[in-house]
Nanobody, 129 residues
């Protein structure tokens, strides 16, 4: 049974930093495609960052070099380092994973929610001005 558990959210002031973590069980983060999404009330969930099996990464335009997605293969954990946080980054952040063995071929969109088979419960990030 695959389980994804996020942690690391919290409240920070604008300009601050947070590191989100997603601990996976029943799923090998080093061999599969994973991503971070976020959602605010009344809005659709949107892709933040993505990492493919062989380490290539993609980011949403609004990240603008402030966030870094990474994996800790020994701890089987996905991370999202977020710097220079702004109030508009306030959202619930979710960890997502594709079905086992699904590779990224550059054709399907990493931002497409339906491409991900597994989701965590989310961790709240609140940035105050």
């Amino acid at each position: 049974q695959v389980q994804l558990v996020e942690s690391g959210g919290g409240s920070v002031q604008a300009g601050g930093s947070l590191t989100l973590s997603c601990a996976a069980s029943g799923y090998n983060v080093s061999l599969n495609v994973m991503a971070w999404f976020r959602q605010t009330p009344g809005k659709e969930r949107e892709g933040v960052a993505f990492i493919a099996r062989y380490g290539s990464t993609k980011y949403a335009d609004f990240v603008q070099g402030r966030f870094t997605i990474s994996r800790d293969n020994l701890k089987n954990t996905l991370h999202l380092q977020m710097n220079s946080l702004q109030p508009e980054d306030t959202a619930m952040y979710y960890c997502a994973a594709t079905s086992v063995g699904r590779l990224y071929d550059g054709i399907w969109s990493w931002r497409q929610i339906s491409e991900y088979a597994y989701w965590g419960q989310g961790t709240q990030v609140t940035v105050s001005s």
